[in-house]
């Protein structure tokens, strides 16, 4: 079996990421046929910055299936800097059998890769955060597959154009929805990936007023204004970014029917109200869940070529 990646979202094709959603709904609802699915295989995850969901649910969801886990901090290896990444990569593919890490930059992801003999996951960087939008978007698949597919459900993200809503620019050429993004200006994503995923087939809008992006939305999704790394701009984005909280004075411009969503961890009062995401309307938390679900479907696929047990 040839080695594979997930640096990106775009390192599946269409027919595997729809596999990969019926995985993982069989690890949620079925857990007890997956216990012993990847016996004996080890899991090393670096972190540069720090995580509760990440951590917790690539170390358990390893666990869960039979296999170990090592967690290392920059305290243990500062990354890049006590020894080349290329190194560590290497070194790691001779103990263990999957690297998952969660750093700043995208290209120490791609050197971990590039360098590794065995699958590395990218668990965030200040690109993409492939991980959440496999999740995210087997949420809305789970949430309305009994009904109808993801095909033209509408999709609005309202914040910074950062790495969350880079992998859901990414992920929408894969799944078929229509997506709107909405933000201040100076803070719109790339307009050359944005591009790059029309080419691919994606409905991808830009839409500067918030309350038109919402007009049609089934779901609405909002991140944090300032992420790790840019604590000292804080202040400005909030200014920048005052128009754009998801609240109900902006809910009220949207369909009745629309869900919340939000990677978290979230500042409540800031992007979100603790009104909206405490309300029926939010499925955050099954987001949250669901990272569980989909790594380990992910782990699975790369670690044995197969989506199905």
Not at 17 to 39: G, H, V
Not at 263 to 281: F, K, N, Q, W, Y
Not at 291 to 299: F, I, N
Request: aromatic share 8%.
């Amino acid at each position: 079996m040839n080695k594979r990646d997930f640096r990106l979202v775009d390192d599946l094709n269409k027919d595997e990421l729809s596999s990969l959603f019926e995985l993982t709904l069989q690890m949620k609802t079925q857990p007890e046929r997956f216990t012993t699915c990847l016996a004996g295989k080890t899991m090393a995850m670096i972190n540069e910055k720090q995580s509760l969901r990440t951590k917790v649910t690539f170390e358990a969801g390893i666990q869960q299936m039979g296999g170990f886990s090592v967690y290392l901090t920059n305290h243990d290896i500062n990354l890049g800097k006590r020894e080349p990444v290329k190194d560590i990569a290497r070194n790691l593919s001779r103990w263990v059998d999957i690297i998952v890490a969660r750093v700043y930059q995208q290209s120490t992801i791609t050197e971990m890769a590039d360098y590794a003999d065995i699958p590395v996951i990218n668990a965030l960087s200040d690109a993409d955060h492939p991980c959440q939008a496999v999740a995210d978007l087997f949420t809305l698949w789970d949430f309305v597959r009994q009904h109808k597919s993801l095909n033209h459900f509408n999709l609005t993200y309202v914040g910074d154009g950062n790495n969350v809503c880079n992998s859901l620019i990414r992920i929408a050429a894969l799944t078929g929805v229509n997506l709107t993004v909405s933000t201040p200006a100076g803070y719109e994503p790339d307009s050359a990936l944005m591009e790059r995923s029309r080419d691919n087939g994606a409905s991808v809008t830009y839409e500067r007023d918030p309350q038109k992006a919402v007009a049609s939305a089934d779901a609405i999704y909002t991140d944090v204004w300032a992420s790790m790394g840019q604590e000292k701009e804080a202040e400005q984005r909030k200014q920048d970014f005052a128009n754009y909280q998801v609240n109900d004075a902006l809910l009220g411009f949207a369909p009745s029917h629309a869900v919340i969503m939000h990677c978290l961890p979230a500042h409540r009062g800031e992007e979100i109200t603790d009104e909206v995401l405490e309300s029926p309307r939010s499925i955050v938390f099954e987001q949250a869940e669901n990272r569980l679900h989909g790594q380990k479907a992910l782990m699975y696929f790369l670690l044995t070529g197969k989506t199905k047990i």
